[in-house]
Every structure is written in structure tokens, then in C-alpha cells.
């Protein structure tokens, strides 16, 4: 009897631990509750403030803001397999609220960052999402929602009238329209072209896939097969990766005796690492070169990648493709002093923190974050359902609206009463009906030591060639 | 066949990793009377504190020894501290694995908050690889299998020829009576809780050699294939988990060769489950 009932015990344990980790990026069974961080802010007086209203007049004085502060929620993964995602773009939200604040605040608010961890997985992000809004004070913005989770939060995001710019490059999002949904980065099929298009580049003929069995991953998979026939190159084979496994050494050795020329991935966490790892081994010491995407631009992907197989030859065979963002003017520099200010002040930001200076996440919510905070200035209000217009006026600017750079330059020429059309380090914003806006890729690739270099750029021409 | 080949030879060392926890798992379970599903979190626990002696600039053959030592210590103080006062107040079996749970998280969660959520890997050589027809081992592969046959090897002295081993047996068969026969259980169940956890530790340190890559939540599908060896084998029979860890090792790693990877874990489970409805007490039948 006693056998029976543990044996049933363990099944039921067995059971639970089993959808943990399928469903989720940790073994929790718990619903994840959202996190505070310390925050860059520099005044925190006053209670509750969801939304207040101010005049433009009083926007940007330089003066430390004296208002309730006003949060903005980084709604990503935070552990799991994609853990590396939510410090990327937290380490964003600290260098632009630092910037914010100290130049005077939005309305008079100190801007404060929050984090909320997603798990990479919706089962346990649309709870930490409902947590987040029965619990946040003063919530002004969420950055984030990746193509992990963005599918089951955006709804629950916009139903709640709250403006957000998300990281996902799900296509579904190329045509429903989300009132308070804005977004910086291509749709996934475009980066599939890129990554062909590099290989092109690189006179690649023989293709493997490799991808994670995550939403944000497997979405790339058919318009890179696509892609791979339109330009006549060979599929040798297409693996998905269990990202909860633990060894990848059957799947490396049926990529090994295809004999590609390179192989396209995308599997976050330790899978990446553990199959090139695998790769290396069963192919005499030697890795095959490695086309990654912009996710892969990021420190601890380096660090973990490096540390699998070296950082030499890491540098030595791996591409990703990226979206084009300044590495100069006046831009780049407020962005990369605001963004270098915060090095070792992010929690969980691990690794060569000048990777964040060209992940996509870094540079894009960091543009995010400027234009809303910027949009509430114009509108004179942090209710995103008065603010959220505005978002676009300032991306895609109006006739004669005087360009500038950086919050502190744009919240100052509002003040004069100036129409601005604000370009980050992302490049300018076009918004379409959409509300997405993306811009044009370049290669990237690593220096030993965890440095991000462009290798080159790939042209609209290149990507449309590779298109449907 | 050389796809064959491999996947056998890669299924070999899932297998071996496996069989140094399901040993240590089945036995604790055996003797102890505690479905400890925080023997995970344990492992990871174990292979972290191995990274950080290796970081540190030591060996990490060294830290494996360090690791060994204190999952012991750990596991001892685990049921000191927690599993055992749960049973002197007579929680039930269910009761004892929900707590077990809620180590799991504890201990992982633990890990990560400190460790971070980024996966690491050891500073050390695979050493030259050993190739035969399609069959590709490192050294490090070879010596994780030579350790898997040692701790076997081990585990049927122990509990054969040793008075420790009888004592162990005895007390998962019967306490009461082993108890009424002159035999200290409860220092039996501290030595098994020492023994167990040394092995905790030992397949921490190797899953992670193996893996290349980990984190902090890596033994969470690990867990599950532990007790799917556990049971396949028969719970509480180490002979049984060895033979059942050969199964799920070279069924995952061979089904992963011929179907789609995303499902080399569903076939051995498929296995599991018709032989359960097979033969319920595992391949070797009820506890010794």
C-alpha cells in the first residue's frame, strides 16, 4: 500500500516537474511575481501617481524632478533559458531614466525601472503581467515583451490602455493593430532573410537550422527555408533544440555528417553553447561557422559561448545580423554615455557590458524610452492613452520639425514650443499604420574579447531578393 | 550505421551520468523512505560549487572531490534539518514530497540569485577524442563512464558484501524489524543520507562536464529522467536504476537519431509507461 501511494506521489511529482519544465523556463511552480529593482531614480517623494498632467511649459527644467516617481516595467525573461534578455533591456532602461532624471524628469516625475520576469514562457508571464498592474504604482511604459511572451500580453498590455514598446518580431503583429503596441525591430522573417543574406555574403551553399523549441526561435525557421530555396542554397538539415535538454550531441553529429557550410541558429541559454561545444567535438576539434541572429548579440551569450568554445574561435566563426544603429554623432554618444554610466549598477548584467552599445534591445528601448517620455512632455501628460499619439508624431516627425538627439536637446527645444523629430542611436523612426518601424540590418561580429565589431551591412535590395 | 553508432556511444554516456544519480537517488529513496525531489537542485548546487573552485584557478577534478564532499554534508543536514522532523511528526509519503518540492525550489532558486541567470561551463580539456567507425568519445566522456561502472561496481560491494550495505538493505525492506534485529536504522539512514548525497554531488559535477554548458535550472528535465530510471527500474533497487538508466540513456539518445529531436525524451517515456503498465513494481520487482 505504502509502495502504491509513493509510487503514485512520485508520478504526480514526476507529472508537476515535467510541465514545469515544458511550460516554463525554471522548474517553479509557482507564478512568478514581478520584481522591483533599485532604481536610477533620483527622488522619490509623493505616493501614487498613475498618471498626472503637467504643462510642456514646466517639461525639462535640468532640476531634479520632485514628482511621484513613474515606473517603467521591463516585462522579459529573466531566468530560463532566455534569462539574458530582461538585463539587456533593463541595462537600457537604466541608462535612459538616469538620462531622464537627470535632465529635469518627465512633468516634473523621476522615472524608475521595474523588473518583471516573464520566465520566456506566457503560462507564467500573463500572471506576472496581471501582478504587475494590481501592483505598480505610477506605471507609465512597458519595454520588453519579447517574441516569447509577447503573443499572450500584448492583448492584456493594450487592454489595460497602457503603451508599450515590445521586442518581438512576430508576424502577427505586422498586421493587428494594437492601439498602445509599438515596436523597433523587424518582423522574424525579415531577420531570416538577413541571415541568409549573409551567408550569401559569405559564399555559404549548404545550410543547417538549428533552432530552440521556443515560440521566439521556431518563428524563424520556415522563412529561412524559404529563403534558403529562393536563393538556391542547399537545407542539409534542420534540428530543433530542446532547450531544457542537456546535450545536444545526437542532433550535433546528424549536423556534423550533413557537412553544411554553416549553420543558422538561434537557441538562448545553454543550448547554443552546449551544441557548438558538441559540434566541435565531433568535427575533429573544429567548429562550422556559425550565422546567428540579433539575440545572440548580447554579453552573456558571449560569455557562455566563449567559455563552450573559446573565445578565439568564437570570434573567429561566428555572424549575427543586426539592425543598423549609429556607432557615432550625437546620438550614439548620449546613448553611450547614459548607457556606460550604469556599468555594474544592472542586476543580472553580466559580461563585456559594451555589448549593450549594439544589442538590439540596448539601443532600441533605449529610442523607446526616449520617445515616450517625450510624448508625454508634448502631450503634457504620463496617461499613455493622451501621451501614446505622440509617440509617432515625435518618431516620424512633421515638416520642418528641427531634429535632435537626445532627451535632454528634445525635452528643450519642446519647451521652446519646437516641433522635433527625435533619431536615436537606433537611427530615425518611420512608423507605419502598425505602429513598427524597422530599419536596415548589418553584420556583426565578435571581437576576442567580447567586442562587437560590423562586418558589413546588408541593403533592402538584398533582403527583398530573398522575400516571398 | 554510423548515426547508429553514435547515438549509441553518446546514449552510453547519458546513461552513465544517469546511472550515478539514479544509484544515489534509488537508494535514498530505498532506505530513507523519502522521494527527495530536491536531489536536482542538489546536483546543480554541487556543479555550481565545482564552477566556482574552478574559476578560482583549481582543477576541477579537485572540485568535483570538494563537491562530493559537501553535497554530502548538505544532504545530511537536509534531512536533519527538514525531512526528518517532517517524519517524526508522521507526515505522510505526499506530505514528504511536496516538501521536497518546495527544497527544489528553494535550493535552485537559491542558486540562481547567486549564480545568476546565464549559463556557465568549466575552464577544462575533453582531452583527445577516441573515434571507432561512427562512434566519437572524448577522454572526459571515457573517464564519466569509467566513473558510472566504478560507482556500480561500488554500490554491489556495498550492498553485498559489507555489513553497512546489509544494514541498508535490511532497513529499506523492513525498519521496524531490522530495528528489532539490533540494527541502528537511524545512524544507517544518516550514512545512506551521507553516501546518497556524495553521489548527488559526484553526478552534479559529472552532468555538468557532460553538458558543457549549464545553469542554474539545468537538472530540471534531469530530475525526470532520474525517477523515469528509478521506476523503470524498480523503485529502491540500485540494480534496477542502473539497468533503467541504460535504457532511458541510449532510448533518448538513439530515438533522437531517427525522430525528430524536440521528441527524443517522449519515446523512453512511452517505454516507461507501457512496461509500468507491465509490470508496476519496475523490471526487478519489489524493494530488496
Redesign the interface.
Known sequence: M??R??????A???G???T??SSS??????PLATAPVSAPATSSTGTSAASSTGTSAGASTGASPTGSPLTIADVAP???PD??L??TYLASCYGATAAINAAGGVLGHPLTCKSVDTRGDPADAVPAVNQMFASTSGLALVIGCTSDEAASVAPVINAHKMAMFCMTGQSEFDSVHFPYFYRLVPPDLEESYAMVAIAQQLHYTKIALAFG?DIGSQTFIQPAIAALKKAGMTLTTN????L????????A??IV?SHPDAIMTEAL??AD??LF??IM??N??KIIPIIGTSAAISP?FF??AA??VGAATLAANFHADNLVTETSGPAYAAFSAALLAQQGKVP?A??NFTTYLSAPGGVHLYDGINLAALAMIKSGSTDPSVYSPDIIAIGNGTPGATVCYSFASCASDLKANQAIRYEGPGGPTNFDSFHDSTGIFQIDTYSASGAVNVAGNLSAAQLRALSG | MTLFLASVGFGLVTASVLAIAAIGFTLQFGVTDVLNLAYGAVMIAGAFLAYVLNQAGLNVWLGLVVAVIVCSVGSVLLNAGVYAPFQRRGASPITMVIVSLGMTLIIEFGVQAIAGGTSVSYTMTQGPSVTADGLVLSTVQLVVIGLSLLVMAGTHVLLRYTRLGKAMRATAANKSLARNCGIRTARVIAITWAVTGGLCGLAGVVFAMDAGSFDATSTDLFLVLILAATFLGGPGQAYGAMLGAVVIGLATEVSAAYITPSYKYVFPFVALLVMLGVRPAGLLGERA
Open positions: 505504502k509502495f501511494v509513493l509510487l503514485v506521489a512520485a504526480l511529482a514526476a508537476a516537474a515535467l514545469a519544465c523556463s525554471s522548474s517553479s511552480t509557482t529573466f531566468s530560463g534569462a539574458a530582461g538585463p523549441n534540428q530543433t533544440l530542446d531544457h535538454a542537456t546535450t545536444f550531441r545526437t542532433e553529429e546528424a555528417q541559454g545553454a553553447p552546449t561545444q558538441e567535438q565531433l575533429g576539434g552573456d560569455k557562455s567559455q563552450a543580472g553580466t559580461g
